[in-house]
């Protein structure tokens, strides 16, 4: 039973990885950016609901469906590194900050985003 205490006390105390990663067909310059404090469990929940055919980004969603998994890639751009403040818990404006960076250097690559994803959620 102390074992199991040990664990979970261990568990609360992991820092799952933090940032930012984008989800874009392998042909084509659209992509959906999205960030997290907690990215992968945000990317599984990402790949689940477009395999279920319930992401929010419909626009996304149907050339999902169209085009199928194998045809799009999610990767990790950047993880944003944990405060030194031990107590610090809230980091959306980091993310925010490197969201707003990332956009930027997308659309100087000539990337577009699907609709309603700038900007749109932390």
Known sequence: MERR??????????????GI???KPKSGSKCLLETSQNLHGYINRTKFQLDAGSHPN???Q?????????????EVLELLK???????TDYSEELAIL???WEEKLLG???????GNVNKRL
């Open 109 to 115: 690559e000539g990337k577009t985003f699907y609709k």
């Open 5 to 18: 205490k040990e664990l979970i006390e261990m568990y609360k105390q992991m820092k799952p990885d933090m």
């Open 21 to 23: 990663f984008i989800v």
């Open 58 to 60: 419909k626009e996304l």
């Open 82 to 88: 944990y405060d030194k403040d031990e107590s610090k």
């Open 99 to 101: 969201r707003m960076m």
């Open 62 to 74: 149907k050339e999902w469906k169209e085009l199928g998994a194998e045809n799009f890639t999610i």
